[in-house]
């Protein structure tokens, strides 16, 4: 129990720190109140973006806090991967560069899995092998406008609706 | 494994019969608010997601159908996954006959058992519980946990 | 009491649903469980995009549901009209065409009290008469790097920090 | 009335003097994550927000002195304001001299009691309970209220 747990803990905070930097730069790690009894303990997330302390993420900026734990939530797809993963619009709070940042890695995790992501930004779209763009007809129905294939050889290929 | 195609009908705000072709690789789906993104995500748990109702954005089964003047009846969501050379359907319907609404499952076309379908969604390996599908707030909501929360989080997960 | 709530909640209904309209075209209206015993009772939010039904805000989307309640805090400002406005990235979950409805309405405010806003957005930032742009020198100190002021003629001054 | 300047001396991300002068008109704020702008909302509500702490993002007043090493004791914002040909400066600092921390605050230069503050603030009809200053995840929370809840957030506004 005890242990299953803390080695669960210890591999997501592994993947964290890793994430985290790869995102940002910056430092970050997983807190545990109490080792000897993790069932009963808090956990809490700290981070040191660039140049700064290390502090809990409830002191940081709305978009420092997002980065941190949607780098805490890929740490948790990479405990136990996945085939498909599915995000929706979880780069709202960032700023330009770090909406790249995670458009360069869903990219590249895109090698080993199939990724679908919801996103209003330009600067993640543009790392996208396939963009479906979706629109209602003033009726409340919605339809399915465009679609970009990028073919195999890396030609993007536009067409209406249905891919032939 | 990877999801080929998703096929609604009425399932939502997509009335009628609307077919997503998805690709490997990385796909973005872009538009306005309200237009439907969202709703893409839910027709893929709404067949995949079989243990959480919670995680669809629906107070009743019957708001999955699409609304419209006379209500309709059915709703379904059929998704075309291949895994190496093997190819399935699978899809899930929501059947309203007035009084009561049925969920029922069909596996290339056949009807299926429920424990049948959960055998086959823990095959594909798809670790909802893991935030696999990542749905949108699940940031904020981390962000807003308690020390305790996220440590329970994480034994969910153990 | 009741008389004195039940007059603010109309004169906020009135301002929310004119607010609405003006931002998306589509009805909205605030709901109370019970006129009687006004004290006790609920208040929900509906709201109708254009071309839809009028449901309760919580079926609605992420974007939808921020515009409805961008729409009322506009309309709880209205009441208690203030000389100043801070408002801190209320564009966030709001697409392009949204964003701009909203760069638009707070420019018009502007002319009766001074609106200072947060913003991430392009398609809000270009409706204003002045930009204040500030950065972090890579040590956690912020230094303001640039002002464009619109001067009395319309024209935009660039200048670095101060303006003199 | 307008907030005519806003001067900060170490107050948050804000170390050494820094002085943003502010014009009439719509005045928006850009810069990455984490670079200050909230702070400049939080040193606003700092001084005219006397009285409520939760505002401003902070679990003790220390918390407001920029961070460095060795820390520092003391930090203040000034706001020039101006209505109509009058002209005032109203200034808070929070002074940690290791036991206590204390917050002064100082009209046009001079100490001034809390009462004469919140009078003053008063008169400017700056109404913070009707948000008139809507800070980041404020949409969020009304988002998900309960309807008891915003029956009650109208009810503090009557
Ligand atoms: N059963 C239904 N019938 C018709 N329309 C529905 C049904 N259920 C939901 N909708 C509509 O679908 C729309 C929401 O779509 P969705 O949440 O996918 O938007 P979105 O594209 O994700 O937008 P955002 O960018 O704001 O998140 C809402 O306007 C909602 O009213
Ligand atoms: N006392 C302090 N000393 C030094 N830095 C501080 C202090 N208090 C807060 N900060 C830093 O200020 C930064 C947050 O600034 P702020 O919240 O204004 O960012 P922001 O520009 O609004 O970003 P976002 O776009 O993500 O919302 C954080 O990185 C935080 O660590
Ligand atoms: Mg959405
Ligand atoms: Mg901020």
Redesign the interface.
Same mark, same amino acid.
């Given at each position: 129990e005890k242990k299953?747990?803390l080695d669960?803990?210890d591999g997501?905070n592994k993947n964290f720190k890793e994430i985290y930097y790869r995102l940002t730069g910056g430092e970050a790690t997983l807190e545990?109140?109490s080792r000897d009894d993790?069932?009963n303990?808090?956990?809490?997330?700290k981070a040191m973006?660039?140049?700064?302390?290390m502090i809990k993420?409830?002191?940081?900026?709305?978009?420092?806090?997002?980065?941190a734990?949607?780098a805490?939530?890929l740490a948790?797809?990479n405990?136990?991967?996945?085939?498909?993963?599915?995000?929706?619009?979880?780069d709202?709070?960032?700023?330009?560069? =770090?909406a790249e940042q995670v458009g360069k890695l869903?990219?590249e $995790?895109? !090698?080993k899995a199939?990724?679908? *992501?919801?996103?209003?930004k330009k600067a993640?779209?543009k790392?996208?092998? =396939?963009?479906?763009?979706?629109?209602?007809d003033?009726?409340? $129905?919605? !339809?399915?406008?465009e679609?970009y *294939?990028?073919e195999d050889d890396g030609e993007k290929r536009d067409s209406q609706g249905?891919?032939k | 494994m990877i999801i080929e195609s998703i096929e609604m009908e009425n399932f939502k705000s997509y009335g009628k019969k609307v077919t997503v072709r998805l690709k490997d690789g990385f796909t973005v789906i872009i538009g306005p608010n309200g237009s439907g993104k969202s709703n893409l995500g839910d027709a893929m748990l709404f067949v995949l997601g079989a243990k959480s109702n919670k995680a669809i954005r629906v107070d009743r089964a019957a708001d999955f159908i699409h609304k419209s003047d006379p209500p309709l009846k059915r709703c379904s969501v059929t998704l075309t996954i291949s895994e190496g050379d093997k190819k399935y359907t699978l899809s899930r319907e929501i059947v309203n006959n007035g009084n009561e609404i049925k969920s029922n499952y069909y596996l290339n076309g056949k009807r299926a058992r429920y424990l049948d379908v959960l055998k086959l969604i823990d095959s594909f390996h798809i670790y909802l519980d893991s935030y696999s599908f990542v749905l949108q707030g699940d940031i904020n909501n981390i962000i807003k946990m308690s020390g305790a929360e996220r440590r329970k989080l994480i034994e969910s997960m153990a």
């Amino acid at each position: 129990e005890k242990k299953t747990f803390l080695d669960l803990f210890d591999g997501i905070n592994k993947n964290f720190k890793e994430i985290y930097y790869r995102l940002t730069g910056g430092e970050a790690t997983l807190e545990i109140t109490s080792r000897d009894d993790p069932l009963n303990s808090e956990i809490y997330i700290k981070a040191m973006p660039k140049g700064k302390y290390m502090i809990k993420i409830d002191a940081l900026s709305g978009g420092e806090k997002s980065v941190a734990v949607l780098a805490l939530i890929l740490a948790f797809q990479n405990e136990k991967p996945s085939p498909v993963y599915y995000l929706d619009e979880v780069d709202m709070f960032l700023d330009g560069y =770090n909406a790249e940042q995670v458009g360069k890695l869903f990219r590249e $995790n895109s !090698k080993k899995a199939q990724v679908i *992501m919801v996103s209003l930004k330009k600067a993640v779209s543009k790392f996208a092998t =396939n963009i479906i763009g979706v629109t209602t007809d003033g009726h409340g $129905n919605t !339809k399915i406008v465009e679609k970009y *294939m990028e073919e195999d050889d890396g030609e993007k290929r536009d067409s209406q609706g249905d891919n032939k | 494994m990877i999801i080929e195609s998703i096929e609604m009908e009425n399932f939502k705000s997509y009335g009628k019969k609307v077919t997503v072709r998805l690709k490997d690789g990385f796909t973005v789906i872009i538009g306005p608010n309200g237009s439907g993104k969202s709703n893409l995500g839910d027709a893929m748990l709404f067949v995949l997601g079989a243990k959480s109702n919670k995680a669809i954005r629906v107070d009743r089964a019957a708001d999955f159908i699409h609304k419209s003047d006379p209500p309709l009846k059915r709703c379904s969501v059929t998704l075309t996954i291949s895994e190496g050379d093997k190819k399935y359907t699978l899809s899930r319907e929501i059947v309203n006959n007035g009084n009561e609404i049925k969920s029922n499952y069909y596996l290339n076309g056949k009807r299926a058992r429920y424990l049948d379908v959960l055998k086959l969604i823990d095959s594909f390996h798809i670790y909802l519980d893991s935030y696999s599908f990542v749905l949108q707030g699940d940031i904020n909501n981390i962000i807003k946990m308690s020390g305790a929360e996220r440590r329970k989080l994480i034994e969910s997960m153990a």
